[in-house]
């Protein structure tokens, strides 16, 4: 069975604090596909990355980085210097190779306060 | 028009009523799926088209029926809905494969009476 799971379900920081975001997925497939997306209040999901399993390499785009660990099997995501445009329910997603649907967490709410 | 299109963005209907979202991708994909997004639930997939044939179906009532006639337009096509199907009604698209990120739409904003 695949899972993904986001633990923290809310988040409030002050802006321009650091703020990492949990993400923890289950999966028996040797190749899988993790994401990342954002969904602001205008509800639109956003794409803001994906991983493949067999590239453990973290990632920085500018504010936002992603530090990926097989070993625990997390896909965590950070966000340097919050500003309150990062405000935004932020889903962490995985898809293997053994079923082309995309196991969804339960998102974790991201409150940046000015 | 860019990206991912769905209209209306709020809709809504009583119990007895029939209406339809319409879905319209710009993004020259080859897959596209319906999600349901209700409060406090994670995101539930309910059909998903690839290259126009339905290949996922999650259980979802027969009350929904989708229908893409090509790779760039999908309805959803709603009749006697419960009030428990007030939702957000995701479209999204992507690339047919595992590895491609799925691009959404805005959503329509969906209230049953």
């Known amino acids: 069975a695949q899972k993904v799971t986001q633990a923290q379900t809310e988040i409030s920081v002050v802006e321009k604090e650091d703020v990492t975001l949990d993400c923890v997925y289950e999966?028996?497939?040797?190749?899988?596909?993790l994401f990342w997306y954002k969904q602001p209040p205008s509800g639109e999901l956003v794409f803001l990355i994906r991983?493949?399993?067999?590239d453990e390499q973290n990632e920085i785009s500018g504010r936002y980085s992603w530090n990926f660990q097989k070993s625990t099997s997390s896909f965590n995501f950070t966000i340097t210097a919050s500003q309150v445009v990062d405000s935004a329910v932020y889903f962490c997603?995985?898809?293997?190779?053994?079923?082309?649907?995309?196991?969804w967490g339960a998102g974790t709410k991201l409150i940046i306060k000015p | 028009e860019t990206g991912v299109t769905q209209t209306p963005r709020h809709l809504v209907m009583g119990m007895t009523n029939k209406k339809s979202l319409k879905c319209e991708q710009h993004?020259?994909?080859?897959?596209m799926y319906w999600y349901k997004q209700s409060a406090k639930k994670p995101l539930e997939l309910m059909f998903v088209?690839?290259?126009?044939?339905?290949?996922e179906n999650n259980s979802v009532p027969s009350r929904f029926s989708p229908e893409c006639p090509n790779s760039s337009h999908l309805f959803l096509h709603l009749h006697t809905l419960q009030p428990e199907d007030s939702a957000l009604y995701l479209c999204?698209?992507?690339?047919?494969?595992?590895?491609?990120?799925?691009?959404f739409g805005p959503g329509t904003r969906l209230t049953v009476l």
């Open positions: 993004l020259g994909h080859n897959a």
């Open positions: 999204a698209s992507s690339q047919v494969g595992p590895y491609n990120e799925q691009f």
């Open positions: 088209y690839n290259f126009k044939e339905q290949t």
């Open positions: 999966t028996r497939d040797t190749t899988y596909y």
């Open positions: 997603a995985l898809r293997g190779d053994s079923n082309y649907q995309l196991i």
């Open positions: 991983r493949n399993s067999f």
